[in-house]
């Protein structure tokens, strides 16, 4: 069983930047897939950015060369750096935790990204 827990959200220009940070606690990152989901309001939620237990990284089109993500195992923390941020962008941003075949899945409970044009 994991935990997680999302910060750095908050209110930004377009053309900033913010980073993410999702603390997990339980166990370890190491061993689940880790990924950022985000909800706008009237839409589902969505892959923004995913990262494999063997490190790959994938990410959804709208967001590639902008966002990365990346963790800290020795922090048990996952991170979303997100650049050149635009109106789109603004969402509910959601940690998400998995283990390939495992039931079951764990959720952030969210942090509030709003982007100011």
């Known amino acids: 069983q994991v935990q997680l827990v999302e910060s750095g959200g908050g209110l930004v220009q377009a053309g900033g930047s913010l980073r993410l940070s999702c603390a997990a606690s339980?166990?370890?990152?190491?061993?689940?897939?880790m990924g950022w989901y985000r909800q706008a309001p009237g839409k589902q939620r969505e892959l923004v950015a995913g990262l494999t237990i063997f490190g790959g990284t994938n990410y959804a089109d709208s967001v590639k060369g902008r966002f990365t993500i990346s963790r800290d195992i020795a922090k048990n923390t996952v991170y979303l750096q997100m650049n050149s941020l635009t109106p789109d962008d603004t969402a509910v941003y959601y940690c998400h935790a998995d283990r390939p075949g495992i039931l079951p899945d764990y959720w952030g409970q969210g942090t509030q990204v709003t982007v100011s044009s």
């Open positions: 339980g166990s370890t990152i190491r061993t689940y897939n």
